[in-house]
Every structure is written in C-alpha cells, then in structure tokens.
C-alpha cells in the first residue's frame, strides 16, 4: 500500500514539476532584442544546420536562432568559425580555443560566450574546477605557464594591445610558433566581434549550458556535438 502511494505521489509531483517548467518557458523573456525567424521563412541549407546542431547537443543554442535573422552573416560567421576553430593543424587542442575563448569573453563582460565556453571548456578540459577557478581569475588559476602565456597573447590581440617581438618571443619560448600566434589571434580577435554582437543584440545564453560538464561523469570529448560546420 505504502509504494503504491508513494508512486502515486512522485508521479504527480514530477508531472506538476513538468508542467511548472513548460509554463516558465513559455513565460520566459525573449532571448533577444530582435525577432527570431520562423524556420519555414528561412533558406533551407540554415534550417539543416540548426536542425543537425539540434539533434546532436539535444537543444538550439540562441546564437543560432538570433544569426538566422540575417542569414548572409550566419553563412559568413560559421564559415569563419569553421575555418578558426575546426582547423585540425597547429598546436592549439580544442580546450585551448575555448579557453582562448572564455577569457578574452569575461575581458569582454560578455554573458552569453562567457556562459557558453566556460562549459565547453568543462566538457573538453574534463576539469570543471579549473574552468571555474579560470572564471574568476585565470592568472591565479591552475593553468600551467603554457596556457597563460596563450592567454596573455589573445587577451592583447583582444583588447588591441600593441602587439611586439616580445609576444611572440614569449610564445615561442612556451612551443607556439608564428602559425599558431595567428591561430591564437583569430580566435581572440572572431571573439572580441561577436561579444559585441552579443552585447548589441542582448543575447541571452541558454539555460542548459549552466550545467553543461558540471556532473561526476564528464563525457569524452569526441561524443559532443561537433562544432558547427556551414
């Protein structure tokens, strides 16, 4: 009688639960100060591409949604993020380019990247603690030498700094050479313009993303959604 009642009552209390959260949702602010287009308006090879990205992460991060109000630049700013971030030579590992990422983003006061390659940092980094400690202060974080000297490079390319000799000196003294300086610059300098579009257009980052990489089981890099590619 007593696990009977007791899944009756779970049973109800997650459906109330379920249906507390759908009411938010719908309740919720827009994600941005522009409108998001009807997927039937848009250009089909742009429905593809969300729809991929979609089925392999589970949801549709907002960038997608806001880019697709003007689907030229979408097109330009993937192909771009392609070329930069899904590049497989160098030696600049994944967790490297959201690193690079995250922090020129927090320089930024960016919200939405900031939320979004702190956990994408998680999941490649596999070190959720590091990640936060980074979101706080990277240069008394736990980041070896390596990492910091990238970090001081992308953060003057960021914030534009006057780049000297001694950049790439000290670049160089930590294994990076001239082709991965340019690696650690497009990346830094890609991310400084869409903080500012992110900052324009108040974009607001999607909820699942706060506890992306946060839980005991990190899944293995390679079973995340690929980035995207246009």
């Known amino acids: 009688m007593i696990p009977a009642l007791l899944r009756l009552v779970t049973s109800r209390f997650w459906k109330e639960l379920r249906l507390c959260e759908i009411h938010q949702e719908e309740a919720s602010p827009s994600i941005c100060r522009y409108p998001i287009p009807y997927k039937k308006d848009l250009p089909f090879d742009i429905v593809e591409l969300m729809e991929e990205i979609e089925k392999k992460a589970g949801f549709l991060p907002n960038l997608f949604k806001v880019l697709s109000y003007r689907p030229l630049e979408f ?18 590992s994944r967790a490297d380019k959201e690193l690079i990422i995250l ?9 939405y990247s900031v939320v979004v390659h702190s956990a994408l940092y998680r999941v490649y980094s596999k070190n959720p603690v590091l990640s936060d400690q980074v979101c706080v202060d990277w240069r008394k ?5 390596r990492d910091k000297a ?7 390319v960021s914030q534009a700094d006057d780049i000297t000799d ?16 340019w ?11 869409s903080n500012r579009l992110a900052h324009f257009v108040s974009l607001v980052p999607n909820k699942q ?22």
Do not use: Q
């Open 150 to 156: 990238m970090l001081e490079f992308a953060l003057a």
């Open 209 to 230: 993303f706060y506890l992306l990489g946060r839980s005991s089981h990190i899944p293995d890099s390679k079973s995340e959604p690929a980035a995207p590619r246009v």
């Open 75 to 92: 097109r330009a700013f993937f192909s771009y993020y392609n070329a930069i971030c899904n590049k497989e030579t160098g030696h600049l």
């Open 166 to 181: 001694e950049h790439f000196k000290k670049l160089e003294g930590h294994g990076f050479d001239r082709d991965d300086a």
């Open 141 to 145: 974080s736990d980041l070896p030498a």
């Open 103 to 111: 922090v020129t983003s927090i320089a930024n006061r960016c919200l």
């Open 183 to 193: 690696d650690i610059a497009a990346i830094a300098a890609f991310y400084a313009m």
